[in-house]
């Protein structure tokens, strides 16, 4: 399984924008349910700062494959004021934090 962080900050006029992209995401992985990914995004207190946490048993990544994703992605530069930087983990632990997912597979 390929784990994979991503963490960036989004200019707050674009909060709002952003907000509904990765929405929109969601519900179209809540329709279309791809196996093989576990897939988590999370906002920081500060409301701009967001992470996002994705675990892929597959080769290909099925977030790529999504219509929802694939907009998410576009002028993802322009709504950012520091850019989306991935970093591939190596999972030391986990406690169900993929519980809730998991359980609708």
Request: net charge neutral.
């Amino acid at each position: 399984m390929r784990t994979t962080i991503v963490r960036y900050k989004v200019k707050p006029a674009r909060l709002d924008e952003h907000v509904a992209l990765v929405k929109a995401v969601f519900e179209e992985l809540s329709r279309s349910r791809p196996a093989g990914l576990r897939y988590s995004a999370v906002r920081a207190a500060d409301g701009v700062s967001f992470t996002h946490i994705s675990a892929i048993e597959a080769s290909n990544n099925p977030l790529s494959a999504l219509a929802s994703f694939q907009n998410f992605q576009r002028g993802i530069a322009d709504r950012c004021d520091e850019p989306p930087t991935p970093v591939e983990v190596s999972v030391v632990g986990d406690f169900a934090l993929f519980a809730e997912s998991a359980s609708r597979s």
